[in-house]
């Protein structure tokens, strides 16, 4: 009997039924084909401890904070932050565009909302200024990931709270990480602009250094606001979370950007998110119950055992899993999924919970521009008009040189560890 469990599941899936539905109607199916359903009268109980987590609380402050930014009109002023910086280099607006997706990485958090706005804004002045459209779209995406790398990352505060892991050190711990990314990006973009003589940007066209520095400091405040503000114990990130939703609207004003219709749509914006990641958990809560009945963790533990791999071996097993993962769900999804089932034993052989939530985060990031279900090649490829096929083609060896950093984070746990280790934070 539980053989049709998965076919209902696929059933259900095609039916074009949202995931969250899937999963739990799948998990109470499976309670009944395994003769558990005595267990289902607590099922509220356990999924209302899924959710009753302090920290998820500063995951929606967070999303609305980059939604009012977003909305503000901060996109020309950090574009003219990062070209005063780098754009003089050649391929300079590539450059551009992964320095602008680390400050905006500081305020919104999210992937798909970068590269949605960098593509709506930077692409059509890059292929303006000689560009081909495909490669203008393709670094576009590829440095959106970012956003879920360096604080506030959504995605970390979902780790956090799933694991029990601080919030704070996990933030810390996002920033060198998502600097090297940055600057691995950097690097292959300087090696196109080298091969296929991508342009400068002209002196004159240069914006003035001092002046846009100044125009830029409401945006640049945010991120310094909330890690400030959490390192030196002044905030919790919850609080740190409710500021920057002040800030992020003082921004706005400033910007004279933000409008009570782009408010009213931020806030929407926020509930939706919030309320379809927190159906996923207690979705998922009801089939991470299941498998404690079931004591899949220690299956698992043991099969790593019988196979012999080791700390190292089941390292590289688990994000092989993700990778795959990370193709075909959405990151709270496959957090939610297989977070729960997968991590406990990494810990078990000896891995740091702030250095493994960085590097299974990372993975999914990675997965975001990766074929068949790269959420962050969806957005380019329809707000760019790029075939999303060729989009696919083009962004491979970015995607490449992300799998070497992971592996450089995956064998350098210090890289992750510093700040957290230097503010106090080690361990999680």
Known sequence: MIALVPIAALVLLLSGLAI???????????????????????????????IDVFALMAMPLFILAGELMNRGGITAALINLSMAMVGRLRGGLGHVNV?????FAGISGSAVADAA???????????????????????????????PIVPPSIILIFYGALMGTSVTALFLAGILPGLLL???????????????????????????????????????????????????GWMTPTEAAAVAVFVAMGAGWFYSGLTLRGIAESLQRTAMLSGSIFIIICA???????????????????????LGLGPVGYMLVLNVIFIVAGMVLDIPVALALLVPLLAPVALANG????????????????????????????????VTGVSYWTLARAILPFVLVEIVVLGILIAFPQISLFLPQYFGFAGG
Do not use: W
């Not at 590097?359 to 962050?376: A, D, E, Q, R």
């Open 20 to 50: 969250a539905y899937v999963i739990g109607g799948s998990a109470v199916l499976a309670y009944v084909a395994m003769d558990h359903t005595r267990y289902l009268a607590i099922l509220p109980q356990q999924i209302f401890s899924k």
């Open 284 to 306: 998922v809560s009801a089939l991470g119950h299941l498998g404690a009945l079931e004591r899949l963790p220690e299956s698992i533990s043991a099969a790593v055992t019988s």
């Open 117 to 147: 706005a960098l593509s709506n804004t930077l692409v059509p002045e890059m292929q303006r200024r000689g560009y081909t459209l495909t490669y203008a779209s393709t670094i576009t995406a590829a440095s959106s990931i970012i956003g």
């Open 351 to 382: 891995a740091d919970p702030v250095h493994l939530g960085i590097v299974l985060c990372f993975n999914l990031c990675i997965g975001l521009v990766s074929p068949p279900m790269g959420g962050c090649l969806l957005v380019v490829s329809a």
């Open 182 to 232: 940055a600057a691995a990006l950097i690097a292959l973009n300087a090696i196109y602009a080298a091969r296929q003589q991508h342009p400068r940007v002209e002196r004159e066209d240069m914006p003035p250094l001092l002046p846009t520095i100044a125009r830029s400091l409401p945006a640049l405040s945010l991120p310094i606001i909330i890690l400030g503000g959490i390192v030196l």
């Open 99 to 103: 320095l602008t997706s680390v400050f």
